[in-house]
């Protein structure tokens, strides 16, 4: 006979959510943005959740004496690490934004660079998130990322999923490039 004790994952994972940054038992310092801003990190949450991180720290661990490791991610700035590792830490991504008459197009904008860092990262689950997030809201602005990252076949889904808002969006529209618009002519002539 197996008796099956559960606890509260969310109370868990929130409370993983207190060491983000957190000096405390961190083995990983992330260099990220152009300023290299220090953030503090743990080795076994950032490998379970990213195959990058996971190939990375296995490298830097069978090195005899190693005790921290230094990863340096100049192209990713500190507000979308810092939701990264919220994700990683507690399964969730908070995105604040403080200037409320930008709020939307400033949270598409975290969204985005968080769906780009989480593809190279390889974390595909918060990736997906990401694009769910995005698929609801700004059609223009998923089809730029997902064609950025040369992710074709999601850039194409984009165009033929949400055909009324791509016409409702002409300024989002007007900042695409000549390769964006003719990928989109493309897709709307087959």
């Given at each position: ?66 005790k ?86 999601l ?36």
């Amino acid at each position: 006979m197996t008796i099956h004790i559960y606890s509260d994952a969310d109370s868990i994972l929130s409370n993983q959510g207190i060491l983000i940054n957190n000096p405390k038992l961190s083995d990983v310092v992330l260099k990220v943005g152009v300023d290299a801003v220090h953030i503090n990190a743990h080795s076994i949450l950032l490998a379970s959740q990213s195959s990058y991180y996971s190939a990375a720290l296995d490298k830097h661990w069978n090195q005899d004496g190693v005790k921290s490791v230094v990863l340096s991610h100049p192209d990713i700035q500190e507000d979308v690490m810092m939701a990264i590792l919220g994700f990683i830490y507690t399964g969730k991504i908070e995105v604040c934004v403080n200037d409320v008459s930008r709020s939307q197009q400033m949270h598409d904008d975290i969204i985005s660079n968080v769906m780009e860092a989480a593809d190279y990262l390889d974390i595909p689950h918060l990736f997906n998130i990401c694009m769910n997030v995005l698929s609801q809201g700004n059609a223009v602005r998923l089809f730029k990322t997902c064609f950025t990252l040369a992710r074709l076949p999601l850039a194409y889904t984009c165009i033929k999923q949400f055909p009324v808002s791509w016409i409702e969006d002409l300024d989002s529209l007007a900042s695409l490039s000549e390769d964006m618009i003719r990928c989109i002519v493309l897709s709307v002539k087959d």
